[in-house]
């Protein structure tokens, strides 16, 4: 934090000195918009706890807050007929990772602030680092600046997933807001990676880095420079497993795109998604894998995963959807008589909860009841299918992996299939059942069960099962 030379207290005395040289920053509350002078962990105006966020008190604030700015009292602006707005055309910037630059839609726009969330160790910096890597040697002027790691760090990751070539990327580590603005000003680069918005820290706040008045005032002020500047900014930010942390989620409104970064971390298969595009559409995503040289385009994912299918019993093949793009992916599950009361329900890459739903419906319309038995359901290589359409994969997963019956074709090609599953048993239509059916038998793995082939998971579940069915291992 600054230490100016007031805040040794040579001249004033500590307490004096440390008000005149923070501004006067104010708390306010997240619920009712209530000010208030010092932190408190409840609102007096609205009772709600844990709601006030410190902010820099700017000039004219409270004025404005309190609706003492009548409109047309001062400085009132022309309205411009949007024909006559002069639009700037600019060329989208290409990051050269074609899954990414599809995900933006097309690449960076100039002057565009891009939110790229994922947990810890996922891969941002090494994403990041590569886009900058082959926008530099395009000629553009960038600059990352990590507050994260020291510029050594840095360096030693670009090699590795440079090979070693030389390295042009200019670079910062620094944590402190106002030397990162100036160097913003001074640079003034085309596209800027700033790593991460939640160890920035400004000085004009009190609170610590990351909580969320520190990373709205730090993304706000970016956005400021950014937008006056024509400056591409990737804003990288972290959110745990649950996204409950604060820091992203408050910024989602604030930028032009928001990208999520997914993968299990200790898996190799990451995707990347856009929750948010002002200039493209959310429906793409693009598909990774983690290698010792950095984070590889996936551009066939559905032929690993489909070769790599088990086709033991407990495992079938889902045709799923990442953004507009059919992937076959495969889905395992295993059930055992539980010790524990109630059972485990586990559930990598699909909804728990969903996963709850999709064995009642098992259980009461299927005839295959699990109270007793822990299910564990995984989504092969990382992939997180939260989709309705992947509820029948599930169910038939665990069906197989209960009877110990394996679902294949009688080809013995694995099972594909994909729909979702209602209340009442029966299998509801999902978006692109052609281009998930299309997908299927382009790998050998028509025909797909689906909604289109049978009306009920009971009707499915005999053409999985067909007369295969064993004594259940599991006590129904
Ligand atoms: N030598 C290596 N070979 C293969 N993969 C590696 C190697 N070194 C690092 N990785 C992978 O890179 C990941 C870390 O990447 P990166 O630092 O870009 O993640 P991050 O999201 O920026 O993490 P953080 O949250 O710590 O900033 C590791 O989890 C690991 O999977
Ligand atoms: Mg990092």
Redesign the pocket.
């Known amino acids: 934090m600054s230490q100016s030379g007031l805040d040794r207290g040579d001249v004033l005395g500590a307490p004096y000195a440390q008000s005149i040289a923070r501004p006067a920053t104010i708390h306010v509350c997240s619920a009712c918009g209530h000010e208030e002078s010092r932190w408190a962990g409840q609102c007096s105006a609205c009772g709600e706890w844990n709601t006030l966020v410190e902010e820099v008190r700017r000039h004219g604030q409270r004025a404005a807050r309190a609706g003492a700015a009548i409109p047309g009292s001062t400085g009132a602006l022309t309205p411009v007929p949007l024909g006559e707005v002069a639009a700037a055309a600019h060329a989208r910037l290409q990051t050269g990772i074609g899954e990414l630059d599809g995900v933006l839609g097309g690449g960076l726009v100039p002057g565009s602030l891009v939110l790229i969330g ?12 590569m886009a900058l890597a082959h926008l530099t040697a395009a000629g553009r002027r960038t600059l990352y600046v990590s507050a ?2 020291s510029a050594a760090q840095i360096r030693l ?1 670009a090699q ?1 997933l440079t090979g070693g070539t030389p390295l042009a990327i200019p670079v910062i580590a620094e944590t402190d807001l106002g030397a990162v603005l100036a160097t913003l000003e001074s640079v003034r680069p085309e596209v800027c990676v700033i ?2 918005v939640q160890t920035l820290h400004s000085a004009e706040l009190s609170s610590a880095a990351g909580s969320v008045g520190q990373v709205r005032e730090v993304a706000g002020e970016i956005l400021r420079v950014a937008k006056a500047r024509g400056i591409c900014v990737l804003l ?1 930010g ?1 959110v745990t497993k649950d996204g409950a942390l604060a820091g992203p989620r408050v910024l989602e409104h604030l930028v032009d795109c928001v990208l999520q ?1 997914e993968g299990e ?2 898996r ?1 298969y990451r995707t990347v998604r856009a929750i948010k595009n002002r200039f493209g559409s959310t429906n793409e995503a693009g598909v990774f894998e ?4 950095g984070l590889v385009e996936v551009l066939d994912a559905s032929a690993m995963f489909v070769s790599e299918a088990t086709r033991a019993p407990g495992s079938v093949v889902l045709c799923a959807m990442q953004g507009s793009r059919p992937l076959l992916v495969e889905v395992q599950a295993l059930v055992s008589p539980s010790e524990l009361e109630p059972p485990r329900r586990v559930a990598a890459g699909f909804d728990r909860n969903r996963l709850a739903l999709v064995l009642a419906v098992l259980g009461r319309h299927g005839g295959i009841g699990l109270g007793t038995a822990d299910v564990f359901v995984n989504v092969v290589g990382g992939i997180r299918a939260d989709e309705p359409g992947a509820d029948l994969a599930v169910a038939l997963a665990v069906a197989s992996a209960a009877r110990g019956v394996a679902m294949t074709s009688p080809a013995g090609r694995p099972l594909a299939c994909f729909g979702e599953l209602g209340l009442t048993g029966e299998l509801r239509s999902v978006a692109h059942g052609d281009r998930r059916i299309a997908e299927a038998t382009k790998f050998g793995l028509a025909p797909a069960l689906s909604p289109d082939s049978h009306r009920t998971v009971r009707e499915a579940l005999a053409a999985a099962l067909g007369g295969r069915q064993r004594s259940p291992r599991v006590a129904a």
């Open positions: 994922g947990a810890p160790g996922i891969g941002k910096s090494t994403l990041t680092t994260e790691e990751r590795r790593d991460s990288v972290h970064f971390r200790e190799t983690m290698r010792d040289h």
